[in-house]
């Protein structure tokens, strides 16, 4: 036995050593300097805060004024600066590198949607807080519409574990904030503004109630969003000409439609139609009541869906076709046939947020570049909320004509 076990070693120590090579054929040494920063997220948090120019300009004073390894958007990435790098990037005979840029487009509008919430309600910018929020939330939003089945390893389980995860940091938070409120400190956030805010007796929320809410705020603000972004570019890129043609001569989905809030909307709305962010949701009866000439007992749930409406033909001529200017006669389209949003007094209050941050979205992307799918027919995953397969990715460059 003991010299089968020392055989077993000196067969399993080779293969070891060439797969050490393998792995590190290009070590630190051979890459040039830099940070590859956070997991997921790398350094994309302070590239896109801090300016591009300044992210630049510190790391070339940092680790070398002609080169340096970064990671942005999820993706491991070289920055070459100076006269010396541009020569070599745009006269080198041997092309090895390509003028398009490949970008995971679901795994940008991610990060860049969680950011933005993180900032507008929580207050931080901080890139290791948001890469655990990010990894987290991805968990809770899964589990959110799995089999209530609190068994370890199922998405439910791996759900639960992840909202306490977040409890824990969101109370972190809180309580940062409320030291800096009493310190004096700035209140631009949603989330100082719910620690101060009273109920009509003066009672303040309590702790586990602001972290419910803002939990509540930050995964209606990062998926939905982050869909309709990510989406948008399927859509756009796919039927560009059903876009185009619905504009005047000359008119471009440029600035003037974010001002107008129409057209750009539209385009939105078409998407949303396309692929529903969310496919429905829930409510508990209070009261027996008849519909359709059956009883609804009390204490049953209701569940209303999107694509009941959204793809019948009965609502809306030719569903499969991506046509925005179907939304500029508001008396075509059938009140609640079509309701991304939901409706009546529960309405997602998110609304004016997810439009605001989408046509934001829109207008630099659509004037800054231009793109094309690299899996036109990628496909479209989860049963509740939907998203690409293999994160839909792109081939991006940079709109000259528009920049």
């Known amino acids: 036995m003991e010299t089968l076990y020392y055989l077993i070693i000196l067969c399993i120590v080779p293969v070891l050593l060439v797969l050490y090579k393998v792995i590190f054929k290009f070590s630190n040494d051979d890459l040039p300097p830099g940070n590859m920063g956070w997991p997921i997220i790398g350094e994309t948090i302070e590239f896109l805060f801090c300016t591009p120019e300044n992210f630049v300009l510190k790391r070339m004073k940092k680790y070398s004024p002609d080169i340096f ?43 860049l949607t969680l950011t933005l919430a993180s900032q507008i309600f929580l207050g931080i910018d901080e890139p290791e807080r948001i890469a655990r929020l990010l990894e987290n939330f991805d968990k809770v939003t899964v589990g959110m519409h799995s089999m209530v089945v609190n068994f370890p390893g199922t998405r439910f389980s791996k759900a639960t574990k992840a909202a306490s995860i977040l409890r824990r940091e969101l109370n972190g938070v809180i309580q940062e904030k409320k030291e800096a409120i009493s310190r004096g400190g700035p209140m631009n956030d949603v989330l100082s503004h719910m620690i101060v805010a009273t109920d009509p007796s003066g009672k303040y929320m309590s702790e586990a109630e602001i972290a419910d809410k803002v939990m509540g705020l930050l995964v209606a603000g990062y998926h939905t969003v982050a869909t309709t972004m990510a989406f948008f570019i399927k859509y756009v890129a796919q039927t560009p000409h059903e876009i185009w043609e619905s504009k005047k001569a000359g008119e471009l989905l440029e600035w003037d439609d974010i001002k107008k809030m129409k057209y750009s909307w539209n385009v939105v709305y078409e998407v949303m139609r396309f692929t529903p962010p969310i496919q429905g949701g ?45 939304y500029e006669d508001a008396s075509s389209c059938p009140a609640f046939a079509f309701v991304p949003f939901g409706g009546g007094p529960r309405m997602c209050p998110g609304k004016e947020y997810t439009r605001l941050a989408v046509l934001t979205f829109i207008h630099n992307v659509v004037k800054k570049f231009e793109w094309e799918l690299i899996i036109p027919n990628e496909k479209i995953e989860g049963d509740m909320m939907p998203y690409p397969q293999k994160g839909l990715p792109i081939r991006l460059r940079s709109n000259s004509i528009l920049m």
Request: glycine fraction near 6%; proline fraction near 8%.
């Open 69 to 111: 390894k970064t990671n942005l958007f999820g993706e491991k990435m070289i920055v070459i600066c100076g006269p010396k790098g541009l020569k070599f990037l745009f006269s080198n005979e041997q092309k090895p590198i390509g003028r398009k840029a490949q970008v995971k487009t679901y795994h940008v509008t991610k990060i």
């Open 282 to 326: 829930f409510r508990e009866v209070l009261t027996d009541f008849t519909y359709a000439g059956f009883t609804v007992p009390k204490g049953w749930k209701l569940y209303w869906t999107v694509s009941t409406t959204s793809k019948n033909p009965q609502y809306y001529p030719e569903p499969e076709k991506f046509e925005p200017s179907r």
